[in-house]
């Protein structure tokens, strides 16, 4: 039978991690991240989860023991924070490119410097090009859901690739609500059991991960780009089967919120979604016909789906909790897919963006209402004045 529980975003994902029935776990200390490792742990050492739970030397060890799990053929699971994400990082392609769908969980955290433990999506969108699957929750409950979901997309044969199952950190990992637990039975319907295809065994030796010539090269990366094509369909259907079978209503790829009539929108991922839409219902109450797009996957990047939410939009901002030092637009690492995304539209929308919520700090309702007095100036003059804003340090 179902339960209802008051969850924090680690111990969601812990759950999904049990429910989910992983074979391996490694972890390795780095807050906000732990306490999903503190829960497992708890759960092995008690018998309620039936996994091989391994402490790693170190984030890099880590990715290396799921790895070789997976390649074992086991369902594995790891995960980090911050810091922990970027040491890891020679270990994500490897992964990638031997097809090996071990999941990661990320609990966002600030890199050095500030290197203040706040949250911000510069670690894990560090590493959005090395060929995982990635996307951010903005509840527990989500953060359960698609601890689920993204073992049943990337472990489907047709595209076997490993994932970031990614939340914010603190305002999402150490922050309770309430998250629906459903029967095992629904889980394994919607999951079934993990069949590498090609799991190492001393009956049938395979290669694993060789050394290749350089015009072996080429081939890979286009199978991993290939893959990534096939993906969204099936996203689809495993949305489709999750919905069915959980009672849930999720969109495949982006959650929409009174887009419909909307002129001006925003499009922000994780958590500071909550308070958007929280700002976006007091801007209606004042005649601003304001919307919100949040996207579930950032890889794959929805751009067909968002170039279908934003084609009546008037302005757009895309509200960055990540950087991206010297980018085309200044600022983050949003505005530049986004605008892409909208490039071939016949009326396209102008498009802005805004630096907030970085080091972990809070974005505030009010920074929703300067955003989105800057949206209706722009739709005004009909023109974007600039490319980025940084929120607190901008000129009223």
Known sequence: MAQEKMLSGCAAAAQGAKFAEVEVVCSYPIRPYTAIMMELARMVANGELDAEFIHG??????????????????????????????????????????????????????????????????DAMSARDQGWLMGWAATPQEIFDNTLINYRVGEDPRVMLPQFVCQDGYFLSHISDKVILPELAQVR????????????????????????????GAPMDAQRAITFLEVPKVIEEAIDDFNRIFGRHYDPFLEKYKMED????????????????????????QGVKAGMVRPRWVRPWPTAQIAEAFFRVKA???????????????????????????????????????????GGDVVLLEDFYYMAKILMQMVKDKKTHQHVYWIGFEGE
């Open 316 to 358: 757009v901002a895309a509200v960055e909790t990540s950087t991206s030092y010297g980018g085309a637009m200044r600022g983050g690492n949003l505005i530049h897919e986004v605008r892409a995304s909208l490039y071939d539209l016949d009326n396209r929308p102008l498009v802005t963006s805004f630096m907030a919520g970085l």
């Open 189 to 216: 319907e919607f999951l079934p059991p993990f069949k590498a295809p090609h799991p190492l065994s001393p009956l049938c030796p395979v290669s694993h991960g060789p050394q290749i010539r350089p015009d072996q």
């Open 57 to 122: 030397e170190g984030e890099h060890a880590q990715v290396s023991v799921v790895l070789g799990a997976s390649a074992a053929g086991a369902r594995a699971y790891t995960g980090s924070s911050g810091v922990g994400v970027t040491y890891a990082f020679e270990v994500y392609s490897p992964a990638a490119g031997g097809r090996y769908p071990i999941q990661m969980a990320i609990a966002d955290r600030t890199l050095d410097p500030p290197g203040d433990f706040g949250s911000e999506h510069t």
């Open 262 to 285: 909307a002129e001006i929108a925003f499009f922000i991922q994780g958590a500071h979604a909550n308070t958007c839409k929280s700002a976006i219902t007091h801007l209606r109450n």
